[in-house]
C-alpha cells in the first residue's frame, strides 16, 4: 500500500460527459501529480500541483482541468468526453516540489468511454 | 521538452537469465533517472534510481548505468526470477529543476520458469 488514494476505481460513462477522478496524497506529501495509462503511449504526464499551486504541465489536453486543494486532496476533471479518453489514471504524489525523488503512486482510476 | 525512449518492449527470458532494458533521454539538462516497476492491477512502485553525478548503481540483482554523454542508461537485472514479471518503466526528469518525471512506454519482462 502505497499510501495514495484513489476514487473512484472504475468508471464508465459516454461520450461528451463529464467526469472528477480524486486523489488523497500520502500523509504529508505536498507534490501531486496526475498521469494517463493507455496501452500505447505509456505513462503520460498530464500536471503537477505543489502545496496548491500549479508547477508543471505535460501533454494536458485543454478539456482536462485539474486543482489541489488546501487540504492537500486533488480533483482531475475531464469533459466533453471522447473515445480515446479511455485510460488507466493515476496520481502519485512526493514529499518536495521536484521529481527527484520517489513518487508514490496510486493504485489508478480505469475510465472507460463508450 | 525531455523525450524518453526504452526498448525493448518485451523481454522474455528463461528463470535464472539476466534481463537489459536500456533507455535513451533527449534532455542533456535532465538528472535524475529512476527505474519503476507495475505490476498487474497496481501503480509503479520505484525499484532503483540514479543520478547524474554517479554512472552505476547496484541494489542486491538490480543494477543501473548511467552514461551522460551518450545519455542512455540501462536496467539490470541478474538471476531473475519469476516474480521479476511485470512491466517495467524507465524515466527522466523533465527539465534540470527536475519538476516532473517523463517515462519511457515501458517493457514487459516475462521470466518463465
Known amino acids: 500500500d502505497s499510501g495514495v488514494t484513489q476514487t473512484p476505481k472504475h468508471l464508465i460513462t459516454a461520450t461528451g460527459q463529464r467526469v472528477t477522478l480524486r486523489c488523497s496524497p500520502r500523509?504529508?506529501?505536498?507534490?501531486v501529480y496526475w498521469y494517463q495509462q493507455s496501452l500505447d503511449q505509456g505513462l503520460q504526464f498530464l500536471i503537477q500541483?505543489?502545496?496548491?499551486?500549479?508547477?508543471a504541465k505535460g501533454n494536458i489536453l485543454e478539456r482536462f482541468s485539474a486543482q489541489q486543494f488546501p487540504d492537500l486532496h486533488s480533483e482531475l476533471n475531464l469533459s466533453s468526453l471522447e473515445l480515446g479518453d479511455s485510460a488507466l489514471y493515476f496520481c502519485?504524489?512526493?514529499?518536495?516540489?521536484?521529481?527527484?525523488?520517489?513518487?508514490?503512486f496510486g493504485e489508478g482510476s480505469r475510465l472507460t468511454v463508450l | 521538452g525531455e523525450n524518453v525512449e526504452q526498448h525493448p518492449s518485451t523481454l522474455s527470458v528463461q528463470e535464472g537469465d539476466s534481463a537489459v532494458i536500456k533507455c535513451t533521454y533527449s534532455?542533456?539538462?535532465?538528472?535524475?533517472f529512476p527505474w519503476y516497476k507495475q505490476e498487474l492491477g497496481k501503480g509503479p512502485q520505484l525499484i532503483i534510481d540514479?543520478?547524474?553525478?554517479?554512472g552505476e548503481k547496484k541494489d542486491q540483482r538490480i543494477a543501473v548505468t548511467l552514461n551522460k554523454t551518450a545519455k542512455h542508461f540501462s536496467l539490470h537485472i541478474t538471476e531473475t526470477q519469476p516474480e521479476d514479471s511485470a512491466v517495467y518503466f524507465c524515466?527522466?526528469?523533465?527539465?534540470?529543476?527536475?519538476?516532473?518525471?517523463?517515462f519511457g512506454k515501458g517493457t514487459t519482462l516475462s521470466v518463465s520458469s
Open positions: 524515466a527522466a526528469t523533465l527539465n534540470q529543476a527536475g519538476t516532473a518525471l517523463i
Open positions: 502519485a504524489s512526493s514529499v518536495a516540489s521536484g521529481a527527484t525523488g520517489e513518487l508514490f
Open positions: 540514479i543520478r547524474s553525478n554517479v
Open positions: 534532455d542533456s539538462a535532465s538528472n535524475y
Open positions: 500523509s504529508g506529501d505536498l507534490s
Open positions: 500541483y505543489y502545496n496548491g499551486e500549479e508547477r
